[in-house]
């Protein structure tokens, strides 16, 4: 190691060499070197003269080496948290009271378009979003924390809650911005919101007939006003029923408390069945349902409660849209691989519009005028279906009828009716 001798040694060591050459001559100098190089020879006082004459060097690489070691943990530090940052999902960004950038990790810089290299710019200068830079401002002024939700004009659009949260630090006030994804879950929260709107809408709609003719009937003496009133009040309870029923099943079946029962049945019996329980509508639209089942697809192994639902309510949305006095044609037969069986109800009614064939198994969704709004349905029919089908590990589509009018087809897996394995498998 070099070590540098002591200025105050230097010193006193040149003031005893020249005293000894003034007052002894330089032949005594030689003496005297030798005799230092003697005593210096020995441990104890090479130790005693090294601390006299190193000791403030020492002093001074010590405090060099705690210097440096603090250096080397406050590098360590930094390295961590931008490690830490840089692993973040969310967008991170840390403003110091100058309101000088100091990390913005890659999420962030994507979300905000930041330039990847940071040259201790200004937040207002690297952000262009309006804001966040009123939120980062507010939280540097007024100190705690603030949350909002933005949404970024990014490819996709996404939006995000935007958290920013003061810090103190050597008695300067700082701020940590985060910014959470939540674009994935922002349809969920959409969807509920328009499905609590459009329940509130179905409901309001027979409350409001309800309580009119209510009010009509205090103040009517006429029979027979008497009784169209009352009529009006059956047909709108009837319809509030039903909304709550087909509210309360698709709950049933949001929650995946429907279990499947799997059993051997034969397909003309639930045709049968379905057709017995739509006699008075169809008879009231003088409709008919005409029915053909191809020989391979006679008997099939389903949930029959299910199915059931399923072409009821398919059947009874083709009688509501279909013209008076038409056919409404309900068939089965396999698929061309001979690995499903195809269910369909096909109707001689307006049709549905292209850009409406993907959606009209949503809850509540409305196609446009052309096809006129079903009056006594609930707008869930179709959703219920998507799920009853679902449960079989099937699939439900709708399609344009060749000549007009629409066609839906409930596809399901076609399952052996000689033994019983394939329902064991499913029902484990």
Not at 49 to 55: M, P
Not at 112 to 139: F, G, M
Not at 251 to 268: F, M, N, R, W
């Amino acid at each position: 190691m070099n070590e540098r001798m002591n200025p105050l040694a230097y010193t006193v060591l040149a003031t005893v060499l020249i005293a000894v050459m003034i007052f002894t001559g330089s032949s005594l100098l030689v003496v005297g070197l030798v005799i230092l190089f003697i005593v210096l020879s020995r441990p104890t006082a090479r130790k005693f003269i090294n601390t006299l004459l190193y000791e403030q060097s020492d002093l001074d690489a010590q405090t060099a080496q705690v210097n440096e070691k603090k250096s080397n943990m406050l590098s360590h530090n930094h390295e961590l948290i931008s490690a830490v940052f840089s692993t973040m999902k969310e967008g991170a960004l840390v403003v110091d009271a100058s309101g000088c950038v100091q990390i913005a990790n890659e999420a962030i810089r994507q979300m905000l378009k930041i330039p990847a290299v940071l040259a201790n710019d200004h937040y207002i200068k690297l952000i262009q979003h309006p804001e966040v830079v009123k939120q980062i401002s507010r939280t540097l002024e007024t100190g705690g924390s603030s949350h909002a939700e933005i949404m970024l004009t990014t490819e996709p659009t996404k939006v995000c809650q935007s958290s920013a949260t003061a810090f103190v630090t050597a008695g300067e006030t700082g701020v940590i911005l985060v910014l959470h994804d939540v674009s994935s879950f922002h349809p969920a929260w959409q969807i509920r919101q328009d499905f609590i709107a459009n329940v509130s809408h179905e409901l309001r709609t027979p409350l409001t007939a309800i309580r009119g003719s209510v009010d009509a009937l205090l103040d009517e003496t006429d029979i027979a006003t008497q009784k169209k009133f009352i009529e009006i009040i059956s047909r709108h309870t009837t319809r509030m029923e039903r909304l709550v029923a087909d509210l309360l099943k698709l709950a049933s079946l949001d929650s995946g408390k429907e279990q499947i029962q799997y059993a051997p049945c034969v397909t003309a019996s639930v045709f049968s069945n379905v057709a017995i329980e739509l006699t008075p509508l169809l008879q009231t639209k003088e409709q008919r349902l005409e029915t053909r089942i191809q020989p391979s697809a006679e008997n099939i192994i389903v949930d029959p409660v299910k199915l059931h639902d399923s072409l009821k309510n398919l059947v009874e949305n083709a009688a509501h849209y279909s013209p008076i006095g038409s056919a409404i044609d309900l068939t089965a037969q396999i698929g061309e691989e001979e690995s499903s069986v195809v269910l369909q109800v096909s109707d001689r009614g307006p049709g549905i519009p292209a850009g409406d064939l993907l959606r009209v198994f949503e809850r509540f969704y409305r196609v446009e005028q052309s096809r006129a709004r079903n009056p006594g349905g609930t707008g869930l029919g179709l959703a219920i279906v998507k799920h009853l089908v679902g449960l079989h590990n099937g699939t439900v589509e709708a399609k344009h009828r060749q000549g007009g009018g629409a066609v839906f087809s409930i596809i399901l897996p076609r399952l052996s009716a000689e033994t019983n394995s394939d329902i064991r498998r499913l029902l484990e």
